[in-house]
Structures are given as structure tokens and as C-alpha cells.
Antibody
Framework: QVQLVQSGAELKKPGASVKVTCKASGYIFSKYYMHWLRQAPGQGPEWMGVIDPSGGGTTSARKFLGRLTMTRDTSTSTVFMDLSGLRSEDTAVYYC????????????WGQGTLVTVSS | EIVLTQSPATLSLSPGERATLSCRASQSVSSYLAWYQQKPGQAPRLLIYDASNRATGVPPRFSGSGSGTDFTLTISGLEPEDFAVYYCQHRSDWPYTFGQGTKLEIK
């Protein structure tokens, strides 16, 4: 079965960067795009961007351009999300998610990684 | 970007009753709309995709309808485990966006 396992919680200071990892298993890694989403406390999910694990191409939501970097390691079926220039508004649970029922229908989610930005 | 507006914000019902949740898009998303259920401390769970298709393992009491800009999630015969927050999400174009959610609470 599809499993997405994310790295642990992070506490960062304003202006710092954070890197979250997502290790996939149970399916052919290169077959399905991997998305990153986040959810601030009390808010709905927010789509951040997507990476093609096969070729490495990425697309980011406009609000994250210049701050969001997504990469992958096909040898370990792992994707990485780097967010720089952190501010308090970036405090959220970050998720990786992929699909099987159709592109961008998020069937499968990681467990989430809490990133707290505080001085 | 496409804005999704969900109503009502909160819905208070009793087990066994029927729940009707709405999602309106600021422009047409064709049938590219999904519904998710989220419980505290958990990731969202996909219920319905492409407006009316149930995801794997979702009970038949959950159904979706609509196209264009107006969509509905119906839960027929609420079970205790159905009380949660529900979100709609479109995949019509980047950026994919979610509604602000409807909280379904026990009356």
C-alpha cells in the first residue's frame, strides 16, 4: 500500500530555512507527481507546489516563488521541500501528498510535519 | 486564482440525519472538484473526486453532485464517525485551492 513518511517537527527562527523530507513506498515512485501542501492552525489546506519525480520538473504557487524549492532523490524514493525566508505566518503543518484516482486528487498523504517559526 | 466558498460554516445535526454541504466556485471548474474529510490531528481524507466519484473505501452514504460552479456533498444517515470538518478542493488549474471548510458537529 502507498505510504508517505515525513521527517519530524521543526522549530525555526524568522529568516531561517526549513527542509522537510517525504519518503514514498508501496508504488512506482516515478509514476505519480508529488505535491506539497500546508495547513495553518484553524485554516484549510493550502497547495504549495508539485514535483515530477521522473524528470524533476516543478511548479510552485505564485505566493511561494523564490522561497520554495522542491527536489527528489529517485534512488531512495524521497522528495524534499525547502522553504526559505521563514516568517511567523509560515507556522503550519506541512504535508506531502500524491494520487491514484487522478492528477491532483490527493488520495495519499504523509503524516504531516509541524514547522513552528518563532523567535 | 479560483476561490471556493463553502456553506454553511457549521452544521449541527444528529446521527441518522442527512447532511447537505455546499461548495461554490468563483469560476467554472468543470467537474474537477473533490471533497475531503478531516478529523483533529489527522491529514485530510479524500472522499469524492471529479464531483461525484467515491474514492476507494468510502462508504456509499457519501455522495457528490454538481458541475461548473455549484457542488454538493451529501451524507445520508450520519454515523458518529462522520462528525468532522469537510473541505472542497478544485484541480481545474494552478493553483489548486481549497474551501474554508464546513464543520459538521453533533447536535
Amino acid at each position: 500500500q502507498v505510504q508517505l513518511v515525513q521527517s519530524g517537527a521543526e522549530l525555526k527562527k524568522p529568516g531561517a530555512s526549513v527542509k522537510v523530507t517525504c519518503k514514498a513506498s508501496g508504488y512506482i515512485f516515478s509514476k505519480y507527481y508529488m505535491h506539497w501542501l500546508r495547513q495553518a492552525p484553524g485554516q484549510g489546506p493550502e497547495w504549495m507546489g508539485v514535483i515530477d519525480p521522473s524528470g524533476g520538473g516543478t511548479t510552485s504557487a505564485r505566493k511561494f516563488l523564490g522561497r520554495l524549492t522542491m527536489t527528489r532523490d529517485t534512488s531512495t524514493s524521497t522528495v524534499f521541500m525547502d522553504l526559505s525566508g521563514l516568517r511567523s505566518e509560515d507556522t503550519a503543518v506541512y504535508y506531502c501528498a500524491t494520487y491514484s484516482s487522478g492528477p491532483a486528487n490527493f488520495d495519499h498523504w504523509g503524516q504531516g510535519t509541524l514547522v513552528t517559526v518563532s523567535s | 486564482e479560483i476561490v471556493l466558498t463553502q456553506s454553511p460554516a457549521t452544521l449541527s445535526l444528529s446521527p441518522g440525519e442527512r447532511a447537505t454541504l455546499s461548495c461554490r466556485a468563483s469560476q467554472s471548474v468543470s467537474s474537477y472538484l473533490a471533497w475531503y474529510q478531516q478529523k483533529p490531528g489527522q491529514a485530510p481524507r479524500l472522499l469524492i473526486y471529479d464531483a461525484s466519484n467515491r474514492a476507494t473505501g468510502v462508504p456509499p452514504r457519501f455522495s457528490g453532485s454538481g458541475s461548473g460552479t455549484d457542488f454538493t456533498l451529501t451524507i445520508s444517515g450520519l454515523e458518529p464517525e462522520d462528525f468532522a470538518v469537510y473541505y472542497c478542493q478544485h484541480r481545474s488549474d494552478w493553483p489548486y485551492t481549497f474551501g474554508q471548510g464546513t464543520k459538521l458537529e453533533i447536535k
